[in-house]
């Protein structure tokens, strides 16, 4: 299995930055994908996630109204839509992807910075 982020970097307050994550090699199909992320010095948050099959998203309140998640299932990819980005978002993000037997992969991680 391999899950692959793509699209971090370096970018302003107040803009945007769109991180895809694509998952290859699934034995199962996936149950669900999200988001989290790591600051300096701090623990691993959750972000984002949306669930296949059923749509459903779900967001952590800090980013509620600035990041959207979304699928296609059918290619087992997802993004994430980072919009009015803060200093505070700067964190390595990583896709985690759950399939239907509940097992779970971990993407690499990328690194997003936003500079005030």
């Known amino acids: 299995v391999q899950v692959v982020e793509s699209g971090g970097g370096l970018v302003q307050a107040g803009g945007s930055l769109r991180l895809p994550c694509v998952a290859s090699g699934m034995p199962t199909k996936i149950s669900a994908m999200g988001w989290y992320r790591q600051a300096p010095g701090k623990r691993r948050e959750f972000v984002a996630t949306i669930v296949f099959d059923h749509p459903s998203t779900n967001y952590a309140d800090s980013v509620k109204g600035r990041f959207t998640i979304s699928s296609d299932d059918a290619e087992n990819t997802m993004s994430l839509q980072m919009n009015n980005l803060k200093p505070e978002d700067t964190a390595v993000y990583s896709c985690?992807?759950?399939?239907?037997?509940?097992?779970?992969?971990w993407g690499q991680g990328i690194q997003v910075t936003v500079s005030s």
């Open positions: 985690h992807v759950v399939d239907a037997w509940y097992s779970d992969y």
